[in-house]
C-alpha cells in the first residue's frame, strides 16, 4: 500500500485527492494547505484523512511514502526538492518548475536518492491524445506538417504567473509526447492587460523537416476553445476537446503533386475522402495518470512524464518568455 500526502487543496488538490484516495493499491493519508477554508472543505470531503496547515508536516511524516504538490509555481521547486530529501517520491502540479536551472537540481537529487519524479501533465492520459499518439505511431497520419492549437477561456488568471505558464504546459506536454522533444527554435507575441503578466500570447515551435506548432492562448476570451488540428501527408486530424462525442475527426483530405518536373510543371490534386471517428478510451485521464504513477513505483519503471519530460517543457517555456520579451524574435534551443 502506497501512503500519499497531498499539499495543496485549492483547485486541482480536491482530485487528486479523490484520486488517489479511490486507487487500488493507494490511501491518502494526510493533507496540508495554508488556508483553514481548503482544510475544512477536506475534512468534509475526507473525514478520516489527517489535515495540517503545515506542508512540513506531510513531508516530514512517517505515514507517507509520496507527496503530490498541487500548489502555484512558485512553491513548486522548495516543496518538492524538501520532499525528495526527507525520501518521499513526487507527483507535482505542471509546469514542474518555474526554472530549468530547478527541474535539473530536482532530477539529480531524485536519481541520487532512487525516488520517482512525475509531472501533471494530464493530458497524456486522455483517450484523445492516447489515440493521436497510437495514429501517430502506426504511420496512419503520415509525415506530420502541422500541428495547431486555440486554448482560450475568460480565466482563470493567475497572480504569479502569466498565461505562457499557465496554459502552454498543456500543449507543450502534448506536442513532446506526440512529436518528440526535439524543437529548435520558438518565437512568441503577446500582450498584458490586467495585472501585468502576458494574459494571451501567440507561440510558434519550429521542428526539424519543415514542422511547425502554433498554439494560441489567451485568458481574455468570450468563449471557451479548446482545439488542435494537425495536418499530415495522409491524413489531417481535428480534435475538439469539449465536444461529448467524436471528439477526434480523422480526415481523408490532402495535397498530392503529380511528376517530378519543375514546380510550375506539377499537377496538384486535391484529396477529400472519407471522414473517421475513432473510438476513444472514456477513463478519467487523472484517475489513469494516479494509477499510472503507483504502477511506475511499484514496478520502478521510469514514467514517460518524469522530470526529464517537465524540465524540456520548461525549457521551452523560458525560451518562448525571453521571445516575449525580446518582442518577438526566434530564440534557438539548445
Not at 495554508?34 to 475544512?40: E, N
Not at 500548489?71 to 518555474?98: C, D, N, Q
Not at 509526447?177 to 500582450?191: D, F, Q, R, S
Amino acid at each position: 500500500m502506497i501512503r500519499v500526502g497531498v499539499i495543496g487543496y485549492g483547485y486541482w488538490g480536491p482530485n487528486i485527492v479523490r484520486n488517489f484516495a479511490e486507487a487500488e493499491g493507494a490511501t491518502v493519508t494526510m493533507i496540508s494547505d495554508t488556508h483553514q477554508s481548503a482544510l475544512k472543505r477536506a475534512q468534509g470531503a475526507h473525514p478520516t484523512i489527517k489535515t495540517t496547515q503545515r506542508d512540513q508536516d506531510v513531508i516530514r511524516s512517517t505515514e507517507v511514502d509520496a507527496v503530490a504538490v498541487a500548489t502555484p509555481i512558485s512553491t513548486h521547486y522548495a516543496i518538492a526538492k524538501r520532499a525528495l530529501e526527507h525520501g518521499k517520491h513526487v507527483f507535482i502540479e505542471k509546469p514542474f518548475t518555474a526554472s530549468s536551472r530547478h527541474a535539473e537540481e530536482l532530477i539529480e537529487l531524485a536519481d541520487r536518492k532512487n525516488l520517482k519524479i512525475m509531472v501533471d501533465h494530464t493530458f497524456l492520459f486522455t483517450g484523445a491524445v492516447r489515440k493521436i499518439k497510437q495514429l501517430i505511431d502506426e504511420g496512419v497520419l503520415g509525415r506530420l506538417y502541422y500541428f495547431d492549437s486555440i486554448r482560450i477561456n475568460l480565466g482563470l488568471l493567475q497572480t504569479d504567473s502569466n498565461v505562457v505558464w499557465d496554459l502552454a504546459p498543456h500543449d507543450l506536454s502534448i506536442m513532446d509526447y506526440l512529436i518528440g522533444g526535439n524543437p529548435v527554435a520558438v518565437a512568441a507575441t503577446g500582450m498584458a492587460h490586467i495585472n501585468g503578466f502576458e494574459d494571451m500570447a501567440y507561440v510558434t515551435v519550429f521542428y526539424p523537416d519543415n514542422l511547425i506548432a502554433h498554439i494560441s492562448i489567451n485568458w481574455l476570451s468570450p468563449v471557451k476553445i479548446r482545439m488542435t488540428m494537425i495536418g499530415a501527408q495522409k491524413k489531417m486530424l481535428l480534435w475538439n476537446d469539449l465536444v461529448a462525442d467524436e471528439k477526434i475527426r480523422v480526415y481523408d483530405r490532402g495535397v498530392e503533386v503529380d511528376g517530378r518536373e519543375e514546380a510550375y510543371d506539377a499537377r496538384i490534386n486535391y484529396r477529400s475522402g472519407d471522414i473517421w471517428v475513432p473510438r476513444l478510451e472514456q477513463a478519467e485521464a487523472l484517475k489513469t495518470e494516479t494509477h499510472y504513477f503507483l504502477e511506475c513505483l511499484e514496478n520502478g519503471q521510469t514514467p514517460i512524464n518524469d522530470g526529464v519530460a517537465g524540465l524540456r517543457v520548461v525549457r521551452i517555456i523560458e525560451a518562448i518568455v525571453t521571445s516575449l520579451n525580446k518582442g518577438g524574435s526566434v530564440i534557438c534551443l539548445d
